[in-house]
């Protein structure tokens, strides 16, 4: 009777590999901008909803488990089981409002793709605006003009959202997740993601935000007594803060070597990602999607005693004419690079362990990402990998200028995360009559000034997270994910007193983290490596440090580093890499790694000269 199982098994992993497959192919070709074959990822992104929502697979699987007498067998099926515990929708009228959900997201992505913004460029020409280009402006444009113009196309985006049918979405949200018994789109989403409530959520962010209130306020205080009161203005924020050290850091980290640095650092770390196949498009253009993520169309698990290696798509948005793109560029090919390593590298014996949906948690997932990406900001990482073009280090003035202006807002860059589920908390309590435009543009900015102090420079309702089904009601998983990293970095501090270059941290994160999957809980998996449950104290600490105190664990840092023999190459990543740019491909490393790392830059040094009109093809 077990064979009768043992096919069942079988043949459930291959539906799911080929629906899921063709979703995901829909879905990056779309995103992309190589595609518009809108109606076709609509349907395959029903079929796959369907398939997980599919009520028959409950009963069957409790059925086969009964059945079931090998161990691998019962873990596999059990894996499967709690993957359709979370996503399967018993309710026939809740299968339908699914559908026209999905339907209606995928017209509002398409009208957004047809949406073009504008903002002005150092020249002062009015140019075709992006998120990352408007981001990026906020935080290293010298021009007040330029950064008034990013601030005013991100307000643009509100309006345009709130007049174009997410309203309306976040209704049919609320009528969907009500037929599947919870009170409204925001309690569903919190149970799916994270298997908590809303209340258990809101104690964590609550504790979080008390632990760093005096922070913020001492903060905004010291800006205003150094820069004045308009430096506390949306569009003069990031500036005042940061900017003149982001410009000042750009030569240290040209997006042309950024390959290289994710490379060789994650090589040094004995991070593997065991045979996958890794599609990057990392520079922006017209048409593409506006934020770097990680999707893997072909997860890893063991098949039968065979290895199924992953296939892992991840993108950024870095426009190398763009002063501080080079960093902000990096900073998210580390993360995704993150996350395709923790998708290549789960080990169960189904592909339901290995993909970024429920039951796998969000603040889980992006703990291996922001962990990685967290590395960058180290001052010994930046010694080691921060030159210029003559080969020069990274000056220890420009790091400890660093430290001075990003440390004291570090609560304030923190709590701006907790701000997403503080508002669509109260977004999706709203009566629907109550929901207008006007409304839900007030309330977003009661909220910034409740949790910042201040309006916000991102505003809320052009952070693309809250128009997608998927990242709608999830964006605290940041918040989560941030605390659990203070306290893996911690783990690694205090047992090895370093992380840049360490390679015991690719092989542990891979061993307790990455491979269960979500077979473990996020609070399982930090348990088995720091031997610690999930806290917010070491965050809100991290936070609350005085530059002083940030400098000297800098200059700590920098000494012992210089004190440990040179880390050498590390391994081979053990990946086949194909960076793109749209259809066109750029490099690979199928001659070699040295290669694929030489075309790259190469590419990008001809860019016509750093002119980003050679990004909109």
Not at 358 to 375: G, K, N, R
């Amino acid at each position: 009777m077990s064979s009768i199982a043992r096919n069942y098994f079988n043949q459930l992993n291959a539906d799911y590999l080929q629906v899921h497959r063709r979703k995901e192919d829909l879905f990056w070709s779309t995103y992309m901008g190589t595609s518009d074959d809108q109606a076709g990822f609509t349907a395959a992104e029903q079929a796959y909803k369907g398939f997980c929502a599919n009520p028959a697979r409950l009963p069957e699987l409790r059925e086969m488990l009964a059945l079931a007498q090998e161990e691998d067998l019962k873990r596999g099926l059990k894996g499967w089981l709690a993957f359709f515990e979370c996503n399967v929708i018993e309710d026939p009228a809740a299968a339908v409002l699914m559908d026209e959900l999905v339907a209606a997201e995928a017209a509002l992505f398409a009208r957004r793709k047809g949406l073009k913004l504008t903002l002005l460029d150092e020249q002062g020409r009015q140019v075709a605006g992006s998120l990352p280009a408007a981001s990026t402006a906020l935080a290293a444009s010298a021009d007040a003009a330029v950064r008034q113009s990013a601030l005013a196309m991100f307000h643009t985006l509100e309006q345009w959202v709130v007049d174009n049918g997410y309203l309306d979405i976040v209704a049919m949200r609320n009528r969907f997740a009500r037929a599947m018994g919870y009170r409204d789109y925001f309690d569903y989403k919190v149970h799916k993601n994270e298997q908590m409530s809303p209340e258990q959520l809101f104690a964590i962010l609550d504790d979080f935000i008390a632990r760093t209130e005096q922070r913020l306020h001492q903060s905004l205080a010291e800006l205003k007594a150094a820069k004045g009161e308009e430096a506390l203005l949306p569009h003069n924020l990031r500036y005042s803060v940061s900017g003149d050290v982001t410009r000042q850091l750009d030569p240290y980290v040209p997006f042309s070597r950024a390959l290289k640095d994710w490379v060789e650092s994650f090589r040094r770390l004995g991070i593997q990602y065991r045979g996958a196949t890794l599609t990057l498009d990392l520079l922006t253009r017209e048409g593409k999607y506006e934020n770097g993520f990680c999707h893997g169309p072909v997860p890893s698990f063991w098949q039968e005693g065979e290895w199924v290696p992953a296939v892992v798509n991840f993108t950024s948005l870095a426009n190398p004419a763009q002063v501080g793109s080079g960093w902000s560029g990096l900073n998210t090919l580390f993360h995704e690079g993150g996350h395709a390593a923790h998708f290549a590298n789960v080990i169960g014996n189904a592909p339901c362990f290995s993909q970024e949906f429920p039951p796998t948690s969000m603040a889980y997932a992006e703990t291996q990402s922001m962990f990685c990406d967290s590395l960058l900001d180290d001052a010994d990482w930046l010694k080691r990998y921060a030159r210029n073009a003559a080969g020069e280090a990274i000056p220890d003035a420009l790091i400890e200028a660093m430290i001075a202006a990003r440390q004291p807002f570090r609560a304030f860059n923190e709590r701006q995360i907790a701000l997403v589920a503080y508002f669509e908390r109260d977004l999706y309590a709203m009566a629907d009559g109550d929901r207008t435009p006007a409304a839900v543009l007030a309330l977003a900015r009661q909220w910034e000034r409740q949790i910042l102090g201040v309006e916000s420079p991102r505003p809320l309702l052009a952070i693309p997270h809250l128009l997608n089904q998927e990242s709608a009601c999830a964006y605290h998983g940041y918040l989560l994910a941030l605390m659990a990293v203070e306290q893996t970095r911690a783990y690694f501090l205090k047992r090895d007193g370093y992380l840049t270059d360490n390679p015991r941290i690719g092989p542990d994160l891979a061993a307790h983290y990455w491979g269960p999957g979500n077979g473990m809980t996020h609070d399982e998996t930090l348990r088995s490596l720091t031997g610690k449950g999930f806290s917010a104290g070491p965050l809100a600490a991290v936070c609350n440090q005085s530059v002083a105190e940030a400098w000297q664990q800098a200059q700590e840092c920098m000494d012992a580093a210089q004190q440990r023999p040179p880390a050498g190459e590390g391994m081979p990543l053990d990946a086949r890499i194909r960076v793109v740019h749209g259809a066109e491909l750029i490099a690979d490393n199928s001659e070699s790694e040295a290669r694929m790392l030489a075309d790259f830059e190469a590419w990008i040094h001809t860019l016509s000269g750093r002119d980003s009109t050679a990004l909109r093809r």
